[in-house]
């Protein structure tokens, strides 16, 4: 088993994620069977009560499990579902640790972080990366490197590090190289960075240099020399066009080379599937635009599994997808509106905030026939829409926003009697069966398919009847018919809505079959109003 490490440095928002993610990529490509695991410092036990605001975009993986937005990274540049087991918090390792203190497992000892904390961490880490029958497990950690949130964290790596072999351990530091007024490359905040990597017990094999412009040679010596690491050790890893580019420019650093040298493993060549891939992403000519409808709009992290789904959507179909953001707040300000793009894609969310405008971009799509996607709360306030303005419901609503006679969109009923908000959600992979001869058959081309949900509203089912004779098809349905998950308009172009969250499934060689449908219809309105 051969562990790398990835730390950071400096500041926060490096890109430690995409480097972690890259370097996981450059070992698929080589044949090795990699593992990642991310260490979040904080006290929750997930990332389910976040604010968007706060922490961008909650990702949710197969199990259920809410997380950090960097699992999503991993998922799409390694080619892999994950599980919660491969996310670590401190929240999950203190209840493990007192868990086991009030069993009795710690047989009368007083409990410390050292080293029963420090153990449950470096347990935890083993264990996924021997079920998963690892050959590399990969291991972020999150925050940055002084931070007293991630010490127990770093103690443990340094624990590891001693119990390893050499050649089965290898620590990369992620800092930053800032410029200058004179546009020179400064690497003091990367010595200090180290120095204090150093005080905790830990030596970098790989630095990761942030940096604007490719890193100089005199720069990367002057690391080299202070730091106490090879010039070949230290990387730059310079702005990218696309974060899809970086793998790329990992193996132009040679990088790969450095790390099979380091662990002793064999030499191999490397797929060429990823350069394909970024080579069809640059060959993409014809443009669209997708505008996306949020109420997040000043953190567009908020919505980067969206953005991603789509540019991969978009270079299967050739096409560079243009989003054009749209705050739906803003919606609700104007007697008339007019969304100028080739699609309209209105996401999740929750609470009544922005609501109204979103719903008014469902009914611009709905009336003037262009395409439009609508993903959980897109789905429900479709349903809402299609109420007010063709079934004559004007009080239309969602109980989530207060009462009304006509609650089309309700609370699910195991839901009622829960008390806390934590993981309590209908979450994960859940089957959904496709009606044949629909839309949704055409882009999934099964009968049976498993997509990820967040939520706990849903369509009413006293509704359900009026809905479908009046031209509306539920064309996917779970739980034996009970709950609604896909609706469409036969008679629009492409009028599409899902309960789950198709963008969690969508990675480089495999794109989200509704993305793929929506950003094809708004390609082919694209070339029609266009002439």
Request: aromatic residues 8%; proline residues 4%; negative net charge.
């Amino acid at each position: 088993m051969k562990f790398i490490v990835v730390t950071g440095g400096v500041m926060s928002g490096l890109g430690k994620g995409i480097t972690a993610a890259s370097i996981g990529r450059i070992l698929v490509d080589m044949g090795y069977r990699v593992i990642p695991i991310k260490i979040d410092p904080y006290i929750n036990i997930d990332a389910g009560t976040m604010n968007p605001f706060q922490h961008g975009e909650v990702y949710v993986l197969k199990d259920g499990t809410e997380v950090d937005l960097d699992l999503g990274h991993y998922e799409r540049f390694i080619g892999i579902e994950l599980t919660g087991d491969h996310n670590i918090t401190t929240g999950k390792i203190y209840r493990n640790v007192i868990e086991k203190e009030r069993k009795g497992e710690y047989l009368g000892q007083t409990v410390q972080i050292i080293p029963h904390v420090t153990d449950e961490i470096k347990r935890w880490i083993r264990d996924v990366a021997r079920r998963n029958d690892a050959d590399i497990c990969l291991v972020e950690v999150g925050g940055t490197v002084g931070d007293i949130e991630s010490m127990p964290f770093l103690e443990a790596i340094r624990q590891m590090h001693n119990e390893e072999r050499e050649e089965d351990f290898l620590l990369v530091h992620v800092t930053l190289i800032p410029l200058d007024s004179g546009g020179e490359q400064k690497t003091k905040p990367t010595q200090h960075s180290v120095k204090e990597l150093r005080s905790l017990g830990l030596h970098p094999d790989v630095i990761v240099g942030r940096c604007k412009e490719e890193l100089l040679e005199s720069t990367k010596r002057k690391i080299s020399l202070f730091c106490d690491v090879p010039v070949e050790a230290v990387i730059s890893a310079k702005d990218a066009d696309d974060i899809y580019e970086v793998p790329l420019l990992f193996k132009k650093e040679r990088l790969d080379r450095y790390i099979a040298e380091k662990l002793r493993l064999e030499k191999r060549e490397s797929s060429q599937e990823w350069e394909k891939f970024v080579e069809k992403m640059w060959n993409a000519r014809e443009e669209v635009s997708i505008a996306i409808v949020g109420k997040y709009m000043d953190v567009r992290d908020a919505y980067i599994s969206i953005r991603e789904a789509l540019k991969i959507a978009g270079i299967y179909h050739g096409a560079v997808v243009k989003p054009i953001w749209v705050d739906s707040e803003e919606l609700e300000d104007f007697e008339e509106i007019e969304i100028d793009a080739d699609g309209i894609l209105v996401p999740g969310g929750f609470g009544q905030r922005g609501v109204e405008g979103k719903i008014r971009a469902i009914q611009y799509a709905r009336e003037n026939d262009i395409p439009f996607l609508g993903i959980c709360l897109g789905f429900q306030l479709s349903v809402i829409e299609y109420a007010r303005n063709v079934l004559g419901y004007e009080d239309a609503n969602s109980t989530e926003f207060g009462d009304t006679e006509h609650p089309v969109i309700d609370l699910l009923p195991e839901q009622r009697e829960i008390d806390k908000l934590g993981g309590t959600m209908r979450l994960g992979d859940i089957e959904i069966t496709v009606k044949r001869g629909t839309i949704a058959y055409s882009l999934y081309n099964s009968e049976r398919i498993y997509e990820r949900h967040r939520h706990r509203y849903e369509v009413n089912p006293d509704y359900i009847p009026e809905f479908e004779k009046s031209g509306l098809v539920f064309s996917g349905y779970s739980d034996n018919g009970r709950r609604m998950e896909i609706l469409e308009l036969p008679d629009r172009r492409f009028f599409f809505a899902t309960q789950f969250h198709p963008e969690f499934k969508a990675k480089p060689f495999s794109p989200s079959p509704p993305f793929m449908g929506l950003v094809g219809a708004a390609l082919e309105y694209r070339r029609e109003t266009n002439g």
